[in-house]
């Protein structure tokens, strides 16, 4: 009997490593015992403010290099995402109805967030009894106030381009080249709009926007593999930057910021859930993936991906929606960065400085600034334009935006969680409401890397999903070789 030799795959060997969640948090803990370790060695220059040993240099590198790789890609992610979207809504038939739904439902959430953030400082009065040092007050340099921002929506070049002039080293001048993020947006919004209108000639253009957001989605995954590393490099060059001392000093002020943003994503997103008729357990589980990388990327682009996914695979929203309303959220809705944190911070250096008071008028120009003009933080790391637009506005020292920079990297991690759990939120309840949520995805068990399965495209999930990617490595498979009788010939 002749004998014929196939190949089975053997069982695969996977090596254990931490999940995303872990990772997160064992980053935090290494960057902040890093920072302190890098201080104790050697505190920064007083006179430069440069760091003066090799472990602060390194994790500085590792921090802005991280920053760095993010804000590189979110221009096309912007113009792209945005297109994009606006171009998705031309296959839905109640298109008006479910954009206008979400700009509602954006400005309702905000309003409630920035309420909450007034009636915390008012309660907590952090700028009170404020040990920081007054000298650490810096003026921003330019005052940005309502026309600034107004004539910053016009685009100067179908670019967004805008050149900067700083001192050079060598005591020259340095010309760099930067985006304005809200140009881009307006450029983007435009194109989208005139895609749309154009109609059958414009298919080709709007598949290449598909195409080319995809290839960009791609190069963004890979840099969110980076987000541990580079949470060690960003909180521990905080601390070792500006010591335990200063962030201390405003440690009342941080714990007023995260009493506000817990209050927002554990009480209200809950009660809004909740009054929808969706399950506030259901939905944190869904979210929970782009919760945790926003948190550690800082950057609501960033996390743009992951927000899609769990809102599309997690919460049951349909695709041509939620491929409108998720990007379109990652620019504009900001309860994180345009409600809370302005709320408190304006409130905080108005008590701070002598001489200088709120009143009602004063909390109605915060409550409006926070409504309006959220797209100021335009999804990137940070939120100071808006913080800085609020006390313009109110008439405060712009000076007070220098206090708050020793805290502003801790506070953004969870600005930026609260910012992408209600980018996910918002369009599940409008689908909700509207009657084309999928509620027996919603409540469909989470599987193990956070997501619920998609039995039609379950190589993808398992490609795109955080857990996966960041928790999950496997060897090659080996084979070995049976040898299995051969019935169809004898000897």
């Known amino acids: 009997m002749s004998e014929k030799t196939t190949t089975t795959p053997s069982k695969r060997r996977k090596i254990w490593i931490p999940s995303f969640a872990t990772q997160v948090f064992v980053a935090l803990f290494i960057g902040l015992a890093l920072g302190f ?4 060695i050697s505190p920064p220059d007083p006179e430069t403010e440069e760091a003066t040993n090799g472990l602060a240099v390194t994790l500085e590198i590792f921090g802005d290099t991280f920053v760095t790789l993010l804000q590189t890609i979110v221009p096309p992610l912007i113009v792209l995402a945005v297109i994009s979207s606006i171009a998705n809504l031309r296959n839905v038939t109640n298109a008006a109805r479910l954009a206008g739904q979400t700009l509602l439902w954006f400005a309702v959430t905000a309003l409630i967030s920035v309420t909450l953030g007034i009636a915390l400082g008012l309660v907590a009065r952090p700028g009170e009894d404020s040990s920081v040092d007054p000298a ?3 003026d921003p340099g330019r005052e940005v106030s309502w026309l600034d921002f107004l004539q910053g929506l016009v685009p100067s070049n179908f670019l967004a381009l805008q050149a900067e002039t700083s001192d050079a080293p060598d005591g020259g001048l340095a010309t760099g080249l930067s985006f304005n993020v809200l140009q881009l947006i307006v450029i983007a919004i435009v194109l ?6 154009v ?4 298919e080709p253009f709007i598949n290449f926007m598909s195409s080319s957001l995809e290839v960009v989605l791609k190069a963004l995954w890979w840099v969110i593999r980076l987000a541990p590393i580079g949470t060690v490099g960003l909180l521990g060059n905080a601390i070792y ?3 335990w001392h200063t962030i201390g000093a405003l440690g009342k002020f941080v714990i007023t910021i995260y009493i506000g943003l817990a209050l927002v994503l554990f009480v209200i997103y809950p009660i809004i859930a909740r009054i929808h008729g969706l399950s506030p357990i259901k939905y944190f589980s869904g979210v929970w993936p782009a919760v945790q990388l926003g948190f550690v990327s ?7 991906p992951v927000t899609q996914q769990v809102t599309e695979q997690n919460l049951g929203v349909p695709r041509h929606y939620a491929a409108f309303a998720v990007p379109f959220g990652s620019t504009t809705k ?9 709320a408190v911070s304006a409130i905080f250096i108005a008590q701070f400085f002598p001489g200088v008071s709120l009143g009602l008028t004063d909390y109605l120009l915060i409550v409006m600034v926070s409504v ?3 797209s100021a933080t335009a999804g990137t790391t940070g939120a100071v334009v808006m913080l800085t637009l609020t006390l313009s506005t109110l008439g405060l020292p712009l000076e007070g935006v220098g206090l708050l920079l020793a805290v502003d990297p801790i506070l953004d991690m969870g600005r930026t969680a609260v910012n992408v759990a209600g980018q996910a939120l918002i369009p599940a309840i409008v689908a909700k409401r509207e009657g084309i949520i999928d509620l027996d995805r919603y409540n469909t068990p989470r599987g193990a890397s956070g997501f619920v399965p998609l039995p039609e495209d379950k190589d993808e999930e398992a490609e795109t999903s955080v857990d996966h990617v960041l928790s999950d490595t496997e060897d090659e498979e080996d084979e070995e070789k049976v040898t299995v009788p051969d019935s169809s010939s004898r000897s």
Do not use: E, H, N
Not at 192 to 197: E, F, L, S
């Open 37 to 40: 370790v890098a201080f104790q």
């Open 192 to 197: 989208g709009i005139a895609a749309v209108k």
């Open 372 to 374: 309006i003009g959220s």
């Open 334 to 342: 900001m309860d994180g960065c345009a409600a809370i944190y302005p």
């Open 298 to 304: 800082r950057s609501s682009m960033g996390t743009l």
């Open 199 to 202: 109609g059958k000639a414009a």
């Open 241 to 243: 930057s500006y010591g």
């Open 136 to 138: 650490t007050a810096v």
